[in-house]
Nanobody
Framework: QVQLVESGGGLVQAGGSLRLSCAAS????????MGWFRQAPGKGREFVAG???????YYTDSVKGRFTISRDNAKNTVFLQMNSLKPEDTAVYYC????????????????WGQGTQVTVSS
C-alpha cells in the first residue's frame, strides 16, 4: 500500500481559494490512479475529483469549472486547486490511491490519507 498525507486545508471565505496537497510514499506513485473525496458532517464520503496514470481528469458535476486536480510524479504529490469556494464545499477532504483506472466509489480505493478540514464561511 502507498501511504498518503494531506495538507492545505483551512478556513476561507466564500469565493476564496485553497490548494490541497497529498504526498505519497511507499510505492511507485506513478502507477497509482489518485482521487479526492470529501465527507461533510452527517453525510457519506463523496467523490470530488480523480486523475489517472495518464493524467486524464474526472470531476463531480458540482465542482466542474471550479476545482482542478493535478499530479507531480517527480514529487509523488497530487494536488486539488479549489477556486470559487462555496459554503457547501465545507467537508473533510481525503486523498485516495488505487492501482488501475480512476474510480468514483470510495470502496474501490485501497489507500487513504487521514483527511484535511476545509471550512468555507458565508
Amino acid at each position: 500500500q502507498v501511504q498518503l498525507v494531506e495538507s492545505g486545508g483551512g478556513l476561507v471565505q466564500a469565493g476564496g481559494s485553497l490548494r490541497l496537497s497529498c504526498a505519497a510514499s511507499g510505492r511507485t506513485f506513478s502507477n497509482y490512479a489518485m482521487g479526492w473525496f470529501r465527507q461533510a458532517p452527517g453525510k457519506g464520503r463523496e467523490f470530488v475529483a480523480g486523475i489517472s496514470v495518464s493524467t486524464s481528469t474526472y470531476y463531480t458535476d458540482s465542482v466542474k469549472g471550479r476545482f482542478t486536480i493535478s499530479r507531480d510524479n517527480a514529487k509523488n504529490t497530487v494536488f486539488l486547486q479549489m477556486n470559487s469556494l462555496k459554503p457547501e464545499d465545507t467537508a473533510v477532504y481525503y486523498c485516495a490511491a488505487r492501482i488501475g483506472v480512476v474510480a468514483t466509489k470510495s470502496a474501490d480505493f485501497g489507500s487513504w490519507g487521514q483527511g484535511t478540514q476545509v471550512t468555507v464561511s458565508s
